[in-house]
């Protein structure tokens, strides 16, 4: 299979899972675009069912689980549910936060027309509550880089808990960043992913670098 998904950046690959570090720009499953998603990239190379266990915003970058078998798609769905697999990502904000770590909870209600959620301080009507950890782990002159372990899984949540205390991530003006990037992408990457493999029992950790660009390259040089 390594030789069939060349070009695809593949971190990791077996007869049970892919793990692929997905560029920005590229939908993880179809949309109403009809731009060929990575899941029907995948299919069509391999020839063989894929099942999406997890999801990337379009304009992220980063890791992205595919299972090949619906036995251990229901695993690692279970796994993702059950908060058994630690996800950690970087985000780029030009604001820097109050304190330089700290837990952020909120509880967001999705609006579907908008495809944006609203972030509330306090449990109202038709909300969900959202957790996450946050560090700041590098800066330079305009921007700053903050590691982000998620501790629930909600509709563009690190988006909106980052805009709600003021430090919308860099090219995201759906939630409040003044300008976009070029390429439509954000700088949100989804940088780690550690579980226990379905079918080894293996703790697994799979880390993948952000796309190539100036501030990302900063960032990481700091």
Known sequence: MAN?????NVIYQDE???VINKSPGVPVQADKTKDRSLK????????????????????VSGLVVFALNSLIANDLNNKFKERKIRKIYHAVV????????????????????????????????????????????????????LEIELL?????????????INCPIKGDVKYGFK?????RSIHLHA????????????????????????????LDER
């Open 4 to 8: 069939i998904l060349q070009g695809m």
């Open 16 to 18: 049970f899972i892919v």
């Open 40 to 59: 029907a990239q995948i299919q069509a190379k391999t020839g063989q069912a894929v099942y999406l266990v997890h999801r990337l915003d379009r304009p």
């Open 94 to 145: 030009a604001n820097r936060p109050e304190k330089d770590a700290g837990t952020l909870t909120h509880y967001l209600r999705k609006d579907a027309q908008q495809n944006r959620s609203f972030a509330f301080n306090k449990n109202l009507h038709h909300t969900q509550k959202a957790e996450l950890k946050y560090r700041l782990i590098g800066s330079i002159e305009r921007y700053h880089l």
């Open 152 to 164: 629930s899984g909600r509709h563009h949540q690190i988006r909106a808990q980052l805009a709600a």
């Open 179 to 183: 300008r976009g990037n070029r390429d």
């Open 191 to 218: 940088a780690e992913l550690a579980f226990t493999h379905p079918h080894t029992q293996e703790l697994m950790t799979f880390t993948a670098t952000p796309p190539v660009d100036n501030v990302w390259k900063m």
